[in-house]
């Protein structure tokens, strides 16, 4: 079935390392993927996106690495800093969905920046 | 000037009611959403217009009436409310189904 998960609900990190949040997602066939934040009280902010036919890339402090062998997906988030805390949430477009935007959500990682 | 905007941010009302929540995008896309957040921060897509079509219509209780009077405004109607509706809902707007743009929710909660 569909179902797009993360390892871990909750990271707790330093200020400054670098931080991994990992994604799972069971449909082999999806074609786009996606990383959102989240702030308490707001609705998820688009961080970046891949297609399936690129393995990695790269934003303002931020890595999305897709691996389809393993259907696994990651976020790395550079010098993390107090501002990067939220709950981050990988989503899918599956098979079929075409241009109609349908995202399966992960369930959220919630980052925690240590100070 | 928010991109895609939600009234009201906050609902609280009585098992039985019907109540509406509206929302506007001034982005210019094509395609709207509605979502859901339960309390468990699980979010989950309820339907989809694109230029005032229904295109995505998931498992929701006909309860649920969404309505598109043009592009840019995507409105939810909620009949005889129940306490399994307590959640957060919240619109969407995208162009060509990519980088989906979020309101900031609507917190409903059945008293």
């Known amino acids: 079935g569909e179902s797009v998960g993360l390892h871990l609900p909750t990271l707790s990190v330093q200020e400054g390392d670098n931080s991994i949040i990992n994604c799972a997602y069971s449909?082999?066939?999806?074609?786009?993927f996606i990383w959102y934040k989240q702030e308490s009280g707001k609705g998820p902010q688009f961080i970046i996106d891949i297609r399936s036919n690129m393995d990695k890339r790269q934003g303002q402090r931020v890595t999305v690495l897709l691996n389809k062998t393993v259907k696994h997906l990651s976020l790395q988030i550079a010098a993390t800093q107090p501002g990067d805390s939220a709950v981050y949430f990988c989503a899918e477009n599956p098979l079929g969905s075409g241009n109609t935007g349908k995202l399966i959500f992960g369930q959220g990682t919630t980052l925690q920046v240590k100070p | 000037d928010t991109a895609v905007s939600q009234t009201p941010k906050y609902l609280v009302t009585q098992m039985g009611n019907d109540k509406s929540i509206k929302c506007e995008q001034n982005l210019g896309h094509d395609t709207m959403y509605w979502y859901k957040q339960d309390s468990k921060k699980f979010l989950k897509i309820m339907f989809s217009y694109n230029n005032k079509e229904l295109i995505i219509n998931e498992t929701v209780p006909n309860r649920f009436s969404p309505k598109s009077p043009d592009k840019a405004h995507l409105n939810l109607h909620i009949n005889s409310l129940e306490l399994g509706d307590s959640a957060v809902y919240f619109c969407?707007?995208?162009?060509?189904?990519?980088?989906?743009?979020f309101g900031d929710g609507t917190r409903l909660s059945i008293l």
């Open positions: 969407a707007s995208s162009q060509a189904g990519l980088s989906q743009h």
């Open positions: 449909n082999s066939a999806s074609d786009y």
